[in-house]
């Protein structure tokens, strides 16, 4: 049964702006290769950060909701953390 989340995921901002899309659409590429269900991302864009995160002060910041499978939400995160482009992300389970 498939569950809803919303992640939060910062990117580098050595990357230039399509660059960071389609970082952040490779995430969502795994998603739905996964059996998931991504909706459009809400991107907010670059901006400066509230607080330095690895001695980056800015990032480009996306939004993604999508419904996903509860077993496989490690995996996912593991594919995330290892994910070089990433800063700093969250998932959370929307009720």
């Given at each position: 049964?498939?569950?809803n989340?919303e992640s939060?995921?910062?990117?580098?901002p050595?990357?230039?702006?399509?660059?960071?899309n389609?970082?952040?659409?490779?995430?969502?590429?795994?998603?739905?290769?996964?059996g998931?269900?991504?909706?459009?991302p809400?991107?907010?864009?670059?901006?400066?950060l509230?607080?330095?995160?690895?001695?980056f002060?800015?990032?480009?910041?996306?939004v993604?909701?999508?419904?996903?499978?509860?077993?496989?939400?490690?995996?996912?995160?593991?594919i995330?953390?290892?994910?070089e482009?990433?800063?700093?992300?969250?998932?959370?389970v929307?009720e």
């Open positions: 049964m498939l569950r989340y939060m995921i910062i990117l580098i050595a990357l230039s702006e399509e660059e960071s389609q970082a952040n659409q490779e995430i969502l590429d795994y998603i739905k290769k996964t998931g269900e991504p909706s459009e809400d991107v907010w864009g670059k901006r400066q509230a607080y330095e995160i690895k001695s002060k800015e990032g480009y910041y996306f993604n909701k999508y419904q996903y499978e509860p077993s496989k939400i490690s995996e996912l995160e593991r995330i953390k290892i994910n482009k990433v800063i700093r992300y969250n998932i959370l929307k």
